[in-house]
C-alpha cells in the first residue's frame, strides 16, 4: 500500500479528466495536489464514517479509502470522492482560512443550535453542499 498520490492520477484512474475542473475551480491543480493517508493521530479528531478531510495542502484519507485508490476498487466513487474534497481546497484558497473556517463553523454551529443533529448540520454546511454539488456534477457527466 503506497501512504499518497497525486489528485490527478486518481481522477486519470477514475475517467475524469483533470482539466475539466478547471472553470469550476480555476485555484486547484490536481497535478499539484497530494491525496496522503491521514496518520492516526489526526484521524482520531475525525467523526465517525468521515473517508477524507481537505486541508489548504492537501487531501487526507482513511486507509481504507487509499487502498480502494491503490487497487482501482469502486472508481466512480473514487472519483466523486477527490472532486469534493478537491472543491474543498478551492474553497479554502477562495475564501482564505479565516473567512473558510468562518463559514464552515458557522453554518455548522447555526444548525445544531437551530436543533438539527450532528449529519443534519454537516450536510447543511454551504461549503458542504458546494462540494458535494461538484461532486454530483461528474456523476451526472457535466464533468468528464
Avoid at 478537491?86 to 447555526?110: T, V
Amino acid at each position: 500500500m503506497y501512504d499518497s498520490a497525486p489528485a490527478d492520477d486518481i481522477l486519470r484512474a477514475s475517467g475524469i479528466d483533470p482539466n475539466s475542473l478547471r472553470e469550476i475551480m480555476p485555484r486547484v491543480d490536481p497535478a499539484q495536489v497530494k491525496v496522503r493517508v491521514a496518520g492516526p493521530w489526526f484521524r482520531r479528531f475525525w467523526a465517525k464514517g468521515i473517508a477524507a478531510i481537505a486541508l489548504p495542502n492537501g487531501v487526507f484519507v482513511q486507509p481504507a479509502v487509499m487502498e480502494r485508490f491503490r487497487v482501482g476498487a469502486e472508481p466512480e466513487r473514487s472519483g466523486r470522492l477527490i472532486v469534493h474534497e478537491l472543491m474543498h481546497i478551492e474553497q479554502w484558497r477562495r475564501l482564505g482560512p479565516i473567512r473558510h473556517i468562518s463559514q464552515y463553523l458557522g453554518d455548522y454551529l447555526r444548525n445544531r443550535f437551530q436543533g438539527f443533529g450532528h449529519w443534519e448540520s454537516y450536510r447543511a454546511i454551504r461549503l458542504e453542499e458546494e462540494a458535494r454539488d461538484a461532486a454530483a456534477a461528474v456523476e451526472i457527466g457535466l464533468i468528464r
